[in-house]
């Protein structure tokens, strides 16, 4: 698998899948979130308000993904993925790992060969950049990553930010 890092807006990722960082009631938000709403237009809120109606009636929890169209946006898929709001006090690192290797599993399960993720957690739920991207890389080079993931031959990391640029660009 590819990594690539750039700063930039995940809304004009011509990637497959872009990784949202959504909230737990997927029907939008701040952030990554409301920007990728915003850019995919009501498709995607049409969408993820179907999810609500009939499998996620409770929203989606920390550290799980799912995946939904990308309506007006050029990537095929949006994949979302709810991280653990620091905040709130939800600190347990390996929910900020999981939010990385379920976006993946997801991906590999719809058919994305090349994925764009933001800085999960890093925004409003609290989480340092730094702590971010050394979760991001446990996940995505852990010991099975190539047997897991075959289909997936690229993620590109589209960070928002110096501050989190130089967090990833650090670690990978």
Same mark, same amino acid.
């Given at each position: 698998?590819?990594i690539?890092l750039?700063?930039?807006?995940?809304t004009?990722?011509?990637?497959d899948?872009?990784?949202?960082?959504?909230?737990?009631?997927?029907?939008?938000?701040?952030?990554?979130d409301?920007?990728?709403?915003?850019?995919?237009?009501?498709?995607?809120?049409?969408?993820?308000?179907?999810?609500?109606?009939?499998?996620?009636?409770?929203?989606?929890?920390?550290g799980?993904?799912?995946?939904?169209?990308?309506?007006?946006?050029?990537?095929?898929?949006?994949?979302?993925?709810v991280?653990?709001?620091? +905040?709130?006090?939800?600190?347990?690192?390996?929910v900020l790992?999981?939010?990385?290797s379920?976006?993946?599993?997801?991906?590999?399960?719809?058919?994305?060969h090349?994925?764009? *993720?933001?800085?999960?957690?890093a925004?409003?739920?609290?989480w340092?950049?730094?702590?971010?991207a050394?979760?991001? +890389?446990?996940?995505?080079?852990?010991?099975?990553?190539?047997?897991?993931w075959?289909?997936?031959?690229?993620?590109e990391?589209?960070?928002?930010?110096?501050?989190?640029?130089?967090?990833?660009?650090?670690? *990978?």
């Amino acid at each position: 698998m590819e990594i690539t890092l750039r700063t930039g807006d995940i809304t004009t990722s011509t990637l497959d899948a872009v990784v949202n960082a959504a909230n737990s009631s997927l029907l939008g938000g701040g952030g990554v979130d409301g920007a990728i709403h915003r850019a995919a237009g009501p498709a995607l809120l049409a969408e993820c308000r179907e999810l609500r109606d009939s499998t996620l009636p409770d929203g989606l929890p920390p550290g799980r993904a799912v995946a939904t169209g990308a309506g007006d946006l050029a990537a095929r898929w949006v994949i979302h993925t709810v991280g653990p709001n620091r +905040h709130a006090g939800q600190t347990d690192v390996s929910v900020l790992e999981s939010c990385f290797s379920a976006s993946l599993d997801e991906a590999q399960r719809i058919g994305a060969h090349s994925v764009a *993720f933001p800085a999960i957690g890093a925004g409003v739920y609290g989480w340092d950049a730094a702590e971010v991207a050394r979760a991001a +890389h446990r996940a995505l080079t852990a010991e099975d990553a190539d047997e897991r993931w075959p289909d997936v031959a690229r993620v590109e990391f589209v960070l928002f930010g110096q501050a989190a640029a130089q967090a990833f660009d650090a670690v *990978f």
